[in-house]
């Protein structure tokens, strides 16, 4: 059997004709016998809606008792006019084999509703319903669409460790990776790297290595979080797009971000307009809203102050409070993208004592006011979907922000080496892939929009 690179069922039900001989690979998502025919619909993944097979009686009785839910089978037939309104052509089946049977009364994927907490205990299955198959064409042409907005700005994609040995974030949220000996008190110069390393939680810093030298960069790779949190929209193992731009400030940091958001976001409802319809009919009615806003609003533009002082204003009551000084909540958040300003907003310069050391200070400010250009894009529907900002490129500055964090300088020789020679404003950002697929399709938790997600007790498959 050589690869089945010819005929798939999306292309045959764009461009068929009718009279056309086909061969069509696939499995059985439903069968119903009428007198005189049986139907099969078949589907191989290429689209949501599968094909009609149509095969006459008597001739196919005795195959109808194999053709079962999720059989797999190679049909040979001749392309009809359609009866149905759905769909202009079927196939009159010449002939069937069955390549993989699926007994009924074991495939555990029947023809009806199943739940999508169900559907994770067969994550090896769920590819096969139509909900996971719209996710994954969806995932698909968002990756696609994010190499593609990059590489026509000249952006390299650029592969930095999965094993790191700093800690970004500081959160100290890592798997730690070792070959040592669990049951003993680790002594770690005995370890595989000498010293302890982590799964990364971020390309960012080895990003900027590269941006000062290539100008502008992507990372588009795994990242690991060991938070325990069991929320709808964390997962343990997920992906990340961290561009890096040399001689760049926040401001061109957040037209970055917004335009990369609107690229992504159009080029996905152009290539999959029927999985981004079956999303807003059977998940979420404001999918394609949020998408036409995200692509044609400007996004609104505030300070982190300013932000501070539409919640004062709002007359709301939240359940977190509200002060300058503390870190936006979801609700806060929600309350800003959905209520206040109904489109995407980029909220800029939030307090330094909230955010990262490697985020540049802002100049002038009062010490108990002190604010980085930091930048969080937040979207109706989900809150932050982005958040970046200008790094510090000032060596004295970034030293001292690292010893206010605790965090020793010796450590990250290299990072500072970085502003020791040919440093330059620059700026980032970083954007949770998972989150945007989720964004995107309106799916409610982050473990259904990502093939087998890993979360806390939960690494099966
Ligand atoms: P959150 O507050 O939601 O936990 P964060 O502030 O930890 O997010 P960053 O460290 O800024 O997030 O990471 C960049 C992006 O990565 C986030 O905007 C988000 O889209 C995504 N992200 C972060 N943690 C996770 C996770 N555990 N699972 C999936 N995506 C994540
Ligand atoms: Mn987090």
Known sequence: MAVNTGQRIAQVLQQGQVGATVQLSGWVRSKREGKTHAFLDLNDGSSLTGIQTVLARPEFDAQLPQLTVGTAVAIAGVLVASQGQEQTVEVQAQSVTVVGPAPAETY??????????????????????????????????????????????????????????????????????????????????????????????????????????????????PTFRAENSNTARHLAEFWMVEPEMAFCDLGGDADLAEA???????QVLQTCPEDMAFFQNRIDPNVLRNAEQIIQEPFARITYTEAIELLTQSGRSFQYPVAWGLDLQSEHERFLAEEHFGRPVIVMDYPAQIKAFYMRLNDGCPPEQQTVRAMDVLAPGIGEIIGGSQREERLEVLTARMQACGLDPEVY????????????????????????????????NIRDVIPFPRTPLNAEF
């Open 413 to 444: 020789w290299w990072y500072l080496d970085l502003r020791r020679f040919g440093s330059v404003p620059h700026a980032g950002f970083g954007l949770g892939f998972d989150r945007l697929v989720q964004f995107m399709t309106g799916m409610n």
């Open 108 to 221: 555990p994927l029947q023809k009806k509703r199943h739940s999508f907490e169900f559907l994770r205990t067969i994550a090896h299955l769920r590819a096969r319903t139509n909900t996971f198959g719209a996710v994954l064409r969806v995932r698909n042409a968002c990756a696609q669409a994010i190499h593609q907005f990059f590489q026509e700005r000249g952006f390299l994609w650029v592969h930095t460790p999965i094993i790191s040995t700093s800690d970004c974030e500081g959160a100290g949220e890592m798997f730690a990776v070792t070959t040592l000996d669990l049951g003993k008190t680790p002594d770690y110069t005995q370890d595989f790297f000498g010293k302890p390393a982590f799964l990364t939680v971020s390309g960012q810093l080895e990003a900027e290595a590269l941006a000062l030298a290539l100008s502008n960069v992507y990372t588009f790779g």
């Open 260 to 266: 990369f958001l609107k690229h992504v976001f159009a």
